[in-house]
């Protein structure tokens, strides 16, 4: 069975401009979750989505928001992307909204010149 | 903000060694969990230990947390080369209306020389 999806795996942007981030969980999975992760950190929660509603959200500004699809795949998007949004973003899928056990995905990294 | 945070940030071991790594967080917690990380990649769940639990084995694994200390560690026996990466912990709060979101430390970069 698949994994965790994520594309690209690789994305280098200029200040100012927009980033869409994609993410497609297990088959199964309905429930995807976004962190971010700077280099020499632990990942930070950015956002949780179950069943296309939003569950949970971390403390990111308002450049930040994502949505889920049917097929429960979803989207990360950073608008006005400033040099500190450099990071690897994770995606996690899981069973259920309130599943612990969480598989991730191999990540973006995304840099930001 | 991180949760976690975890000691040592970096450990160099021989195989065969074993190596042990230290996580102490803040607030209660439903349940704590470690992950390991190859090179700056995705995260791979080793295992979960409920707040109500005080040991756990997972093949070379060993993971124990007091909860009254609010600290876990992680034990690895008989180290590989193999085993080299980050190692992090994430706990999940007790109290959650945010779905599962978790709380990552820092993290320990092991290396594992052969």
């Known amino acids: 069975d698949a994994g965790v999806t994520q594309s690209p795996t690789h994305l280098i942007k200029t200040r100012g401009q927009q980033v869409t981030l994609r993410c497609s969980p297990i088959s199964g999975h309905k429930s995807v979750s976004w962190y971010q992760q700077v280099l020499g950190q632990g990942p930070q929660f950015i956002f949780q989505y179950y069943e296309k509603e939003e569950r949970g959200r971390g403390n990111f500004p308002d450049r930040f928001s994502a949505r889920q699809f049917p097929n429960y795949s979803s989207e990360l998007n950073v608008n006005a992307l400033l040099l500190g949004d450099s990071a690897l973003y994770l995606c996690a899928s899981s069973l259920a909204a309130d599943s612990y056990e969480q598989y991730f995905g191999p990540g973006t990294r995304l840099t930001v010149t | 903000s991180q949760q976690g945070e975890e000691d040592p940030q970096a450990l160099s071991i021989q195989e065969g060694e074993n190596a042990t790594m230290n996580c102490s967080y803040k607030t209660s917690i439903n349940n704590l969990q470690w992950y390991r990380q190859n090179s700056g990649r995705g995260l791979v769940h080793l295992i979960l230990?409920?707040?109500?639990?005080r040991e756990k084995h997972s093949g070379r694994l060993r993971v124990t947390l007091d909860t009254s200390k609010k600290s876990s560690s992680l034990l690895i026996t008989a180290s590989r080369a193999a085993d080299t990466a980050s190692y992090f912990c994430?706990?999940?709060?007790?109290?959650?209306?945010?779905?599962?979101?978790?709380?990552f430390g820092g993290g320990t970069r092991l290396m594992v020389k052969p």
């Open positions: 230990i409920r707040s109500n639990e």
């Open positions: 994430a706990t999940a709060p007790r109290y959650n209306n945010a779905g599962n979101m978790l709380t």
